[in-house]
Every structure is written in C-alpha cells, then in structure tokens.
C-alpha cells in the first residue's frame, strides 16, 4: 500500500475541463417526474397539517373548567377527542403518502440513478 501516488486536485480538473454531462431525455423526465411527486407529497403533508388543524379540539381554559362540575372528566374527553383527531391526520398521512407517493417517488428516483449513462 505504499506505492500509492497522490494526484493534485489540480491536476485531474484540468483533465476534465472541458467535459460536459448531458443526462437523456429519460433522466430529465424522470426527474421532472420525481419533483412533481414530491411536490405533490409536499402539498398533502401541508393538506394534512391544515387538516389537523382544524379537526383537532380547542384545549379547555382553566376558567372553563371551574365553572364544570367535573374538571377532570373534561380533561380526559379532551385527551381522547385529541387521539381521535390525531389518529385520523396519522391513517390519512400514512396511507396517502406512506404507502402510495413515498414508493413512486423512491421508485422514480431508483430509475433514474440506476439508469446512469446508459442510453436506451
């Protein structure tokens, strides 16, 4: 291992200096494909979030809660209306995006870097 020789970076930049990268025509689509999925995750992920947000209940205020005759029992209906909604945005996410855009999008992106520079 000690006849390795060390090359500048210099050196092998002027070597490809005047090389130019052109993907195909399949590689441009598969990537203008990869980032409309992803945008299209990006907006159900918004979609979801905005989703929660208007599902999920208000938390009771302390001056609600003294004036209710069973504070706690408010506190725990609250607590389980919360896991509903939370619940819910979780099943509309995972099956959404987790199980249906995540896989294209992977799969879109696998072609695209196992494609390299073969043509065809």
């Given at each position: 291992?000690?006849?390795?020789?060390?090359?500048e970076a210099?050196t092998?930049?002027?070597?490809v200096?005047?090389t130019?990268?052109?993907?195909?025509f399949?590689?441009?689509?598969?990537?203008w494909l990869?980032a409309?999925?992803?945008?299209?995750m990006?907006?159900?992920?918004?979609?979801?979030?905005?989703?929660f947000y208007?599902?999920?209940?208000?938390?009771?205020?302390?001056?609600?809660?003294?004036?209710?005759?069973?504070?706690?029992a408010?506190i725990?209906?609250y607590?389980?209306?919360?896991?509903?909604?939370?619940?819910?945005?979780?099943?509309?996410?995972?099956t959404?995006?987790?199980?249906?855009?995540?896989?294209l999008?992977t799969?879109?992106?696998?072609?695209?870097f196992?494609?390299?520079?073969?043509?065809?």
């Open positions: 291992m000690a006849d390795k020789e060390r090359v210099a092998v930049l002027k070597d200096e005047g130019k990268v052109k993907p195909s399949v590689q441009w689509a598969g990537l990869a409309g999925v992803g945008s299209l990006f907006i159900v992920t918004v979609g979801v979030g905005a989703f208007t599902h999920h209940p208000s938390v009771p205020s302390a001056e609600t809660l003294s004036h209710m005759p069973d504070p706690k408010a725990e209906q607590k389980e209306l919360s896991g509903i909604a939370l619940k819910s945005v979780q099943d509309l996410f995972q959404i995006v987790a199980q249906a855009l995540l896989p999008f799969a879109i992106l696998g072609y695209i196992a494609k390299g520079g073969r043509e065809g």
